[in-house]
Each structure stands twice: as structure tokens, then as C-alpha cells.
């Protein structure tokens, strides 16, 4: 019984220090800067942290080298070690709005105006 205790400790120890559950949670918190600053819905805040973290968490240490090209920064910024945690925020914060941006155009362009 112990060594299940102690694997289970050792397994959540090394989460908790993975590199995408920080950046994911970093980008949670991007999510729910969104989500507090447009005042929307429960359900919908939600769903825009969830979005942020998981994009943060997939997108990884590229998306350092996007907010870079974004903002115009040196290339010497990418490997900064603090700026990855500063990346993944923006990139929840953002991302979640641009991915319904793009979902909005291509259903506009198919056109699946289904409110009419």
C-alpha cells in the first residue's frame, strides 16, 4: 500500500512539474483574463479557459517564437527562460478569440447562414 502511495506521489510531483501542465496553466489564466474582460457567460468562460490551456499546452515553447515575430522582439528572446510563461499567457488570452474568429469566416464562407 505504501508504494502505490509513494508511486502516486512521484507521478503527481513530476506533473506538476511538466513543462506543458505549466504552460497550460498559464494559459488558463490568459483564458480567464479573456473571459473577465468581455463579461461573458458562465459557459462560455469557460470554455475560453479550457481553450487557452489547452492551446498553450500544444502549442508549447512555439509559441514563444510567434508572440516574438508578433511583437517585434529579437530572436535572442526565445529561449528567455521567464518569457515562456508570458508566451503561454498571451496565447490563452488570444488564442481562444482567434480560433472563433476563423471558425466564424470559413462558416461565413461556406455559407451556413442557418439564422435567416
Known amino acids: 500500500m505504501n508504494d502505490e502511495t509513494g508511486f502516486l506521489a512521484a507521478v503527481l510531483r513530476e506533473l506538476a512539474a511538466s513543462t506543458a501542465v505549466i504552460l497550460a496553466a498559464w494559459g488558463a489564466l490568459g483564458g480567464a483574463t479573456n473571459a473577465l474582460t468581455t463579461r461573458m457567460r458562465l459557459r462560455d468562460a469557460l470554455r475560453h479557459i479550457l481553450l487557452g490551456g489547452l492551446i498553450a499546452a500544444g502549442m508549447g515553447s512555439f509559441s514563444m517564437a510567434l508572440v516574438t515575430a ?11 527562460g521567464g518569457a515562456a510563461g508570458s508566451a503561454a499567457y498571451l496565447v490563452g488570452v488570444f488564442g481562444p ?3 472563433e474568429l476563423v471558425l466564424a469566416r470559413l462558416s461565413g464562407a461556406k455559407g451556413g447562414a442557418d439564422d435567416e
Not at 517585434?72 to 529561449?79: D, G, K, T
Open 70 to 80: 508578433w511583437l517585434s522582439l529579437p530572436p535572442q528572446a526565445i529561449p528567455a
Open 97 to 99: 478569440a482567434f480560433i
